[in-house]
C-alpha cells in the first residue's frame, strides 16, 4: 500500500533529527541562564546585606566601651552613622535606620562559631562587649523559577536574603601608668580641655571621691613586660617601678575595666614620680643614676638642692632666679578650686621675666607642654648637653642623674579617667569602667603635705585624649582601640 510504504519510509528517515536535539538543548541552556539570573540577583541581595550587617556591628560595638551610656550610643551610632542600599529586594532599596535590622547585646560569645550566643545576652552598658545585628529579611521577585517550578514541579529557588554580623570593643593598653582620678564632670572630654590645668589631689581613705581625687590601680592586673624592668618585681619596688620606670614596663592588655586600689602609697607616689624632675628622694634616692628611672630632658621646676650641691633629696630650696611652669592664673586670685581653664597670661609673663629677662623667646607655644617642648627643642633635643637656661641656678637640664630621657613625654603620663559620680569609688573597686584615657603633663614636682596621712597635690595639664586614632605614644604609653567583626 503507497501510505503504508510512506509510513515506513518516515520511520526510516533521519533528515532534520538535529533540530530536535537542538530545540531541546536550547531550552535547557535558556532554562539555566533563566535560572542563574534569579539566582544571581538573590546571592547580590544577600551580599548587600551582608555588607550593611558588617558596618552596622562595627558601628555599634565601637561604643561599647563599658560606660554607663554605652548601649545607647551603640544603638544611636548603629542607626545614624550607616546607610547602604539593595537592588533587588521587595520594599525600598535604601537601607538605613533600626526599621532594617535587629540588635542585641553580649557579655560574652561561645568558642565556636556555630553555637548559639543567647546565653551571654545582656542589657547591662557595664558588662556589654558584643553586639549582633540580624538583618530584616528581604524577598526577592523570581520569574524565571516561578515558572521553571511550574513547568517541572519541582521547588524553585529561595527567595529570601537576609544577614548576620556580630562585633565586638576591645581596649588595649600598654605601658601606661596605674594612676586613675575623677572627672572634673560626666560630660568631660579631654580634647575640649587641652591646655586647662587640673589640681588632682589624693582620694580620701574610705570616703567617696569627688572631682579632680586621684588614685591607684591595682597593679596586680597589670601584665608585666618579662623583658622591661619591672620583671619579677612585686610589692612596694612592682608599685615604684610601674609609677617610675621608663618604657617597656606593661605588655599590651584587653583593658575593660580597672581595679583600683586602695591607701595610699606615702613615701612612694610622690617620689616616684618625681623622678622625673630629676629629682631622688626616699625610696627612689638609690635610682639618681639607673638609666630605667632617667629624668625628662627638661627638669625646670623653680627648686633647687638644700645646702648646695647637685642632686635633690628629702629637702629642697627655693631657687634664687628661676621658676617653673605657672599654674592658671585663677587658682592663684581664688577664682577655681581645683579645676582650671587654661589661662596662664600673668604667670606666664613671670616665667619669662624671671627665666629669660622679660624676653620671650617661644611666643608661638600656647600650653605649657608646648612651651616646655619648645625649650628642649631649642637647646638641641633630648640628650643634648646644652643648657635650656643661661647662667641660673637651673639649667634645666638634669644635674643629679648622670642620664637623661631622650623623649620630652618623659614628663607625660596617661591616667584612667572615671565617672566618679556613676561610679563611686570608695577604695577598692573591680571593674570601674574608664570613661576616657587622659595624657596628662606634670607641669610641677608632686608635693605633700605634713599631715598623716599626708594629701599629695598634683598638678597637671591636659594634653588630650589617650584613646582612639590608634592612640599615643612614647614614654607616656600606647593605647589602643580595637573593633572587630566575630561571626
Known amino acids: 500500500m503507497p501510505i503504508v510504504k510512506k509510513i515506513r519510509s518516515l520511520l526510516k528517515a533521519e533528515d532534520g533529527t538535529i533540530l530536535v536535539f537542538w530545540g531541546v538543548s536550547f531550552a535547557v541552556l535558556f532554562g539555566i541562564i533563566a535560572l542563574s539570573f534569579d539566582v544571581g540577583r538573590v546571592s547580590a541581595t544577600r551580599s548587600e546585606l551582608q555588607s550593611y550587617a558588617d558596618h552596622v556591628a562595627l558601628a555599634a560595638a565601637g561604643e561599647l566601651d563599658g560606660n554607663a551610656d554605652s548601649i545607647t550610643r551603640a544603638i544611636s551610632a548603629a542607626s545614624t552613622l550607616i546607610s547602604d542600599t539593595q537592588t533587588y529586594g521587595n520594599g525600598a532599596n535604601a537601607l538605613s535606620g533600626s526599621a532594617n535590622y535587629g540588635l542585641t547585646f553580649y557579655s560574652s560569645l561561645p568558642p565556636s562559631d556555630t553555637a548559639s550566643v543567647a546565653g551571654g545576652l545582656t542589657t547591662v552598658p557595664a558588662d556589654a562587649i558584643y553586639t549582633r545585628v540580624e538583618v530584616i529579611p528581604q524577598s526577592v521577585d523570581l520569574t524565571f523559577s516561578a515558572a521553571f517550578s511550574a513547568l517541572t514541579g519541582n521547588a524553585g529557588v529561595n527567595n529570601n536574603a537576609t544577614a548576620v554580623a556580630v562585633a565586638g570593643y576591645t581596649q588595649y593598653a600598654c605601658d601606661i601608668t596605674p594612676l586613675m582620678f575623677c572627672l572634673p564632670d560626666p560630660s568631660f572630654s579631654a580634647d575640649d580641655n ?85 629629682i631622688y628622694a626616699a625610696s627612689m634616692n638609690s635610682k639618681k643614676n639607673n638609666i630605667n628611672y632617667q629624668p625628662a630632658p627638661n627638669v625646670i621646676k623653680g627648686r633647687v638642692p638644700q645646702g648646695g650641691g647637685s642632686c635633690i633629696g628629702n629637702n629642697s630650696d627655693p631657687s634664687p632666679d628661676t621658676v617653673g611652669l605657672p599654674q592658671d592664673d585663677c587658682f592663684g586670685a581664688g577664682t577655681c578650686s581645683r579645676i582650671g581653664d587654661g589661662n596662664w597670661a600673668l604667670g606666664r609673663a613671670n616665667y619669662v621675666a624671671t627665666n629669660y629677662a622679660g624676653i620671650d623667646p617661644h611666643p608661638a607655644a600656647s600650653t605649657r607642654y608646648e612651651y616646655y617642648k619648645a625649650e628642649i627643642a631649642a637647646a638641641g633635643g633630648g640628650g643634648s648637653s646644652t643648657d635650656i637656661l643661661i647662667g641660673l641656678a637651673e639649667t634645666g637640664r638634669p644635674m643629679c642623674s648622670s642620664n637623661q630621657s631622650m623623649d620630652p613625654k618623659r614628663r607625660v603620663v596617661i591616667a584612667a579617667g572615671i565617672d566618679c559620680t556613676a561610679n563611686p569609688i570608695n577604695g577598692s573597686e573591680t571593674n570601674v569602667p574608664v570613661q576616657e584615657f587622659v595624657e596628662i603633663f606634670i607641669t610641677e614636682p608632686v608635693g605633700s603635705d605634713t599631715a598623716s596621712p599626708p594629701t599629695f597635690d598634683f598638678w597637671v595639664e591636659i594634653i588630650g585624649s589617650a584613646g582612639g586614632g590608634g592612640g599615643s605614644n612614647g614614654s607616656s604609653g600606647i593605647f589602643h582601640d580595637v573593633v572587630q567583626l566575630y561571626r
Open 194 to 278: 587641652i591646655g586647662d590645668m587640673i589640681l588632682l589631689r589624693s582620694g580620701g581613705n574610705g570616703a567617696a571621691w569627688g572631682p579632680g581625687d586621684f588614685g591607684f590601680l591595682d597593679p596586680m592586673g597589670f601584665h608585666i613586660d618579662g623583658a622591661g624592668p619591672c620583671s619579677g618585681l612585686n610589692g612596694a619596688n612592682l608599685t615604684k617601678c610601674l609609677i617610675g620606670a621608663e618604657n617597656n614596663i606593661t605588655q599590651c592588655f584587653a583593658q575593660r575595666g580597672v581595679d583600683t586600689e586602695p591607701g595610699q602609697k606615702v613615701g612612694i607616689e610622690n617620689a616616684a614620680f618625681n623622678v622625673r624632675f630629676d
